[in-house]
């Protein structure tokens, strides 16, 4: 079976620029989270989905930032306009949330450089 | 706010030897997963434990929950190169947490051939 696909997997863009960043969770889970990851603050939730419905958005960084789900295998991060403090690894980690929590699998990540 | 705090930050050890991470909160977990990722990957899931005082063992590594849910381990016994990487334990609070998971900061485990 696929796992959590990522795209793209790199992207260097220039301050100001828009991006957007694709993922598609595994078939069958519930739950969709987007993580940044820096060597500073570690691996931080931004949002995540059960149902393709946003539960919790308390972690993205500014109104910059946004998501979306439009259906069950497909979701998006935007960064408007974006700026160098947002270069970091994003991943998306599906789940079938269950009351043990769920276990995370995670994409490959998308490495987003900022100029 | 929920935290994990794991230790140590950086362990850099030679084959062979043995070793123990350690992620401790304030707070009680319903259960408790560790991830190890890769350089250029995402973290993937080596074990959860649920229950207060469970052990688990997977080949070298032995992980355990401390009995107040508190707190947890990972041992490796005979570290091999195979083994490097960012060691990270996550929390699952329960209740309305709707599965969010709190994220310790990670363990950077280098092991020398």
């Known amino acids: 079976d696929a796992g959590v696909i990522q795209s793209p997997r790199h992207e260097v863009t220039e301050m100001g620029q828009e991006v957007t960043l694709r993922c598609k969770p595994i078939s069958g889970h519930n739950s969709l989270f987007w993580y940044r990851q820096t060597m500073m603050r570690g691996l931080e939730l931004l949002i995540y989905f059960n149902n393709n419905v946003p539960i919790d958005d308390s972690g993205m960084p500014e109104d910059r930032f946004s998501a979306k789900m439009p259906n069950a295998s497909f979701s998006t991060l935007k960064i408007q306009p974006s700026e160098p403090r947002d270069s970091a690894v994003y991943f998306c980690?599906?789940?079938?949330?269950?009351?043990?929590?769920?276990?995370?699998?995670f994409g490959p990540g998308t490495r987003l450089l900022v100029l | 706010t929920q935290l994990l705090e794991q230790s140590p930050q950086f362990l850099s050890i030679q084959e062979g030897e043995n070793l123990t991470v350690y992620c401790n909160s304030s707070?009680?977990?319903?259960?408790l997963q560790w991830y190890r990722q890769e350089p250029g990957e995402g973290p993937v899931l080596l074990v959860t434990?649920?229950?207060?005082?469970e052990v688990k063992k997977l080949k070298r590594l032995t992980f355990q929950f401390g009995d107040a849910r508190k707190d947890s381990s990972l041992h490796i016994t005979a570290a091999q190169p195979g083994d490097t990487g960012l060691y990270l334990c996550?929390?699952?609070?329960?209740?309305?947490?709707?599965?969010?998971?709190?994220f310790g900061q990670g363990t950077i485990l280098t092991v020398h051939p």
């Open positions: 434990v649920v229950t207060g005082g």
């Open positions: 996550a929390g699952y609070a329960g209740g309305t947490s709707y599965g969010k998971l709190t």
């Open positions: 980690a599906s789940s079938l949330v269950s009351s043990g929590g769920g276990s995370r699998y």
């Open positions: 707070s009680v977990f319903s259960s």
